[in-house]
């Protein structure tokens, strides 16, 4: 198959939903099928990642452009407009409105369906992949129906949560083909949403890339490596620093365990980067926690492997916001498949991540408390962080494994391609 995977999550950016892009290419690719990563930060003509999506999202950008660019925007909302069959009028004037004349991101949509276009017009794709669902999807959408392509969006959680004017997003979820989510938790919610065929909403996990996860050195080599004591009890967090991801509730769970047991022996180490780090600095400081708390960055695959398998126990407990949901959650299954036992809260997609009392532990969102006492059995109890960390590792062997996805996912594909031409 010849495919289009489009997407703003890629290489070198980090994050869950980056890694799915890159594992679905990789894997697909591995399995003798061609495909083309379009995408905004990564240009590596060897391995058909092409960086053509724009980035300039502002009004003033348009004034950068040539003509070219304004001819464009009519061409393309005459081509909506009178081209694309098998949609209402009423619907077509609402796309046509939106993807030319909306204000908000217009440059940006513009300039990358041109460039896709163009593209498009020198090769033909058997099928696209939108990585997400948002701007992604916008674009996928143009060129499903501008070359008759069949399409397939990923859709993570808060992708699907954000809405759109003129209720856009309503009616491509209705007309596209096929809608992948992580786990039976985000299909429930998005059929919730959107009123359309259960059939065409499809559960594929995400995984744990295993050829590329292994690490040779022990526990105990790791940690004289990285100058970390064998007697200190490690907890580790790794994400992005955003704002529902929770880490004020474990600094503060960590604070409440020295108060408890002050000689005790813990470290907390972070690994991520983004918007909330000068928060998360300023609630270490008041919390007085410089000595027991380091943030390490980003990391690069190898050494964020290294810290899983040094460590004893992986917490991150996300929060429940409105519009933003935690979809999944790949770290802990990263974090299961270094036989960490999991600390998680009961949001969103995590209750598929964990499962409760079997590979780690699931509390109450923000429940400072909780995730304390938690922490604590875990700490005291070797025997069952052990006991939990093999049920987590050999449960990502059987379910969370990308060798394994990427084969639903090119059958999914397959499938997909069949039945669109029949109908077509």
């Known amino acids: 198959m010849k495919i289009a ?59 950068k452009h040539n003509i070219k660019l304004y001819y464009f925007l009519f061409y393309l909302f005459l081509k909506i407009l009178l081209n694309f069959k098998g949609i209402k009028l009423k619907q077509r004037l609402r796309l046509a409105s939106f993807y030319c004349f909306y204000p908000k991101f217009v440059v940006m949509r513009l300039i990358s369906i041109k460039n896709l276009v163009s593209f498009f017009k020198k090769n033909r794709f058997e099928i696209i992949i939108s990585g997400t669902a948002n701007f992604p999807l916008l674009y996928s959408y143009i060129l499903s129906k501008w070359f008759k392509i069949p399409l397939i969006t990923i859709a993570h959680g808060d992708d699907f949560l954000i809405r759109y004017p003129l209720k856009i997003k309503e009616f491509l979820f209705q007309d ?6 992580t786990n039976e938790i985000m299909k429930k919610l998005f059929l919730k949403i959107y009123k359309i ?41 790794v994400s992005r620093f955003y704002p529902r991801k929770g880490f004020e509730t474990v600094l503060k769970a960590v604070k409440l365990i020295i108060n408890e047991l002050p000689n005790v022996r813990i470290r907390y180490l972070i ?28 990391l690069d695959e ?17 929060e429940i916001k409105k519009n933003s949901i935690e979809g999944f959650g790949i770290v802990y299954i990263e974090a299961n498949y270094f036989k960490l036992p999991v600390i998680g ?3 969103g997609g995590v209750r598929i991540a964990i499962e409760d009392g079997k590979s780690g532990f699931l509390i109450e969102p923000n429940n400072v408390k909780e995730l304390k006492e938690k922490i604590l059995v875990l700490y005291k109890n070797k025997e069952l962080r052990q006991k939990l960390g093999e ?18 996912y090119r059958e999914l594909l397959k499938t997909t391609i069949r039945e669109f031409n029949v109908k077509s």
């Open 5 to 63: 995977l489009i997407t703003n999550d890629f290489l070198p950016k980090t994050g869950g939903i980056t890694n799915v892009m890159v594992n679905v290419s990789d894997k697909l690719t591995e399995l003798k099928e061609k495909v083309y990563v379009f995408n905004s930060s990564c240009y590596n003509k060897e391995k058909l990642h092409l960086k053509i999506l724009s980035k300039d999202n502002t009004l003033k950008g348009i004034v």
């Open 391 to 408: 049920y987590g590792y050999n449960r990502v062997i059987k379910h969370f494994n990308w060798k394994d996805n990427a084969l639903k």
């Open 302 to 318: 190898k050494l964020k492997n290294e810290y899983y398998k040094l460590s004893n126990v992986f917490v991150l407990v996300p």
């Open 176 to 181: 596209i083909q096929k809608v992948v989510v």
């Open 345 to 347: 809260s009961r949001s």
């Open 197 to 237: 065929n259960p059939n065409n909403v499809r559960v594929i996990h995400l995984g744990v890339n295993l050829e590329n996860s292994e690490v040779k050195e022990s526990s105990q080599e790791l940690r004289k490596k990285h100058n970390i004591s064998p007697d200190e009890f490690i907890i580790l967090s």
């Open 271 to 298: 690994i991520g980067s983004g918007e909330e780090e000068q928060k998360i600095r300023n609630t270490i400081k008041k919390l007085n926690l410089d000595n027991r708390v380091e943030l390490l960055g980003s």
